[in-house]
């Protein structure tokens, strides 16, 4: 035999053996001890209500669960849509559950709805990441997580009697790959009885037409599969919400009264309240639970895991190894930093260059600048030397003009002085007869 047969062979799986049993053992009781701790463990639903504000959410919540939860209106000028999870802790009988029922507060309220389901789909995907890192840790504590992945989402259609809008169309296919959908129409006391038959062909129709994939009840347990399939045919459940108590006979029941009569939320004939409260809680709860872990979360985490590089088998169907995928992701990992860095080595060199020549090219611009400058200083010098030379030729002109006055001024000056003398001689003789005469005469 050859190597490879013998290794085939001796890992082959030995085929198990079936052995009577001598007499009671007990392991029959697996079943009661399995029921037994998830009773103590408690357990979580989450619904997620998505549907117009004031289409009657929080109405049909608090009618389902026959209690008052808290809640605010929501206005009509929300920026965008919010989700607003609340958590309850609920008991009947000695079964807790943890309850949490997220609002899509202002979903279709914006003039641009574009990304209307965007901010849901964020929702749900983050609480599929909240679960994956938690599975992913070394100390898991999965035990007393707390589950937040949404297990049912509400899709409330508003009894327009016409068609779905765009909106709803475009929300459930983006929704319909993570999370059950169940869609109802809302407010179903406004819509006659032959319209509202025509208006729920209508909505299959174009669910199916549009490829959206709604919730399907399962048909594969025995135990349930006949009403299972009933109710997939009522399909979308058109719905009344009502807190208010009614005497109808001598009995108080949940009804919405008019002028013209009342309709009773849990008569059938009146609408499909007890049919949605049935499936929803009674009949497929677990199944819903299931659905969102094996279904959803699981093609989360497969595209999650694979977009991180995981694969569990690789080329040549080799078995999965966290060593070795780590291993290689690690040498890809620190080939695409070299890259990075040799890249952006490159880059800075570039750079450095594109900026020295920049630099070279202002220094010669400055040293153009400069030696035209320089050639304009020289030449308003030799203009000014210019002008100082015939400043100073004018200058020694007027000192010589000035000495030659000088000098001809002082020759007449002394040439003057003679005669004056002279003349003086004369006048003071004149003078000297003048007073002889004055002393005389009179
Ligand atoms: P927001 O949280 O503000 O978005 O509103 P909502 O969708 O929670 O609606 P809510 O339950 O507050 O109901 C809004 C109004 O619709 C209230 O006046 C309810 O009484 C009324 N309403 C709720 N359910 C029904 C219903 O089944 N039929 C009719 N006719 N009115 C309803
Ligand atoms: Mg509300």
Redesign the pocket.
């Known amino acids: 035999m050859a190597a490879t047969e013998l290794e085939r062979v001796s890992n082959a799986e030995p085929e198990p053996r079936s052995l009577s049993l001598g007499g009671h053992v007990g392991f029959d009781s697996l079943p009661d001890q399995l029921v037994s701790k998830s009773v103590t463990q408690g357990f979580s639903f989450n619904i997620l209500c998505v ?1 117009e ?8 919540m608090n009618t389902l669960f026959n209690t008052t939860f808290e ?1 605010e ?2 206005s009509h000028h929300e920026e965008c849509v919010r989700l607003r999870p609340q958590t309850y802790n609920l008991q009947e009988s000695n079964v807790h559950l943890k309850l949490t029922i997220v ?1 899509a507060v202002g979903f279709g309220d914006q003039i641009n709805k574009d990304e209307s389901y965007r901010p849901i789909v964020d929702y749900i995907d983050a609480q599929f990441e909240n679960y994956l890192q938690e599975e992913l840790k070394i100390r898991r504590s999965l035990f007393d997580y707390h589950d937040t992945r949404i297990h049912v989402c509400l899709y409330f259609i508003t009894p327009t009697g016409h068609s779905l809008k765009s909106l709803d169309l475009v929300t459930m296919k983006k929704l319909d790959s993570k999370v059950n959908i169940i869609p109802i129409i ?2 179903a ?2 819509i006659s009885k032959s319209e509202l038959h025509k208006f729920k062909i209508k909505i299959m129709g174009e669910l199916v037409s549009n490829g959206v994939q709604i919730y399907q009840f399962p048909t594969d347990d025995e135990a349930v599969a006949e009403i299972n399939a009933v109710m997939n045919a009522h399909l979308p459940f058109a719905v ?3 807190t208010e108590e009614v005497k109808v006979g001598n009995k108080l029941v949940r009804a ?1 009264q008019y002028p013209w009569g009342v309709v009773q939320v849990e008569n059938e004939n009146h609408c499909d309240f007890v049919k949605l409260r049935e499936m929803l809680i009674r009949v497929n709860m677990e199944d819903l639970r299931e659905q969102t872990h094996s279904r959803h979360y699981e093609l989360y985490r497969r595209c999650k895991l694979e977009e991180m590089g995981f694969q569990d088998s690789d080329g040549d169907s080799q078995p999965f190894s966290l060593q070795e995928t780590y291993e290689a992701k690690r040498k890809e990992f620190l080939c695409e930093l070299q890259r990075k860095e040799e890249e952006m080595r490159q880059m800075f060199v570039n750079k450095v260059k594109e900026t020295e020549l920049e630099l070279k090219e202002k220094e010669r611009e400055l040293h153009e600048k400069f030696e035209h400058l320089k050639r304009i200083h020289q030449e308003e010098k030799r203009k000014v030397e210019e002008k100082r030379r015939e400043l100073e030729e004018e200058t020694s002109a007027f000192t010589r003009r000035k000495a030659a006055m000088e000098a001809l001024q002082s020759q007449a000056l002394h040439a003057t002085s003679q005669q004056p003398l002279r003349k003086d001689k004369d006048r003071k003789k004149a003078s000297g007869w003048s007073s002889i005469y004055s002393v005389t005469i009179p």
């Open positions: 549907g504000t004031g289409v009657g959410k929080s109405t049909l809640t209106e929501a609002d809302a407010k006391d406004t009344v919400g009502s919405r």
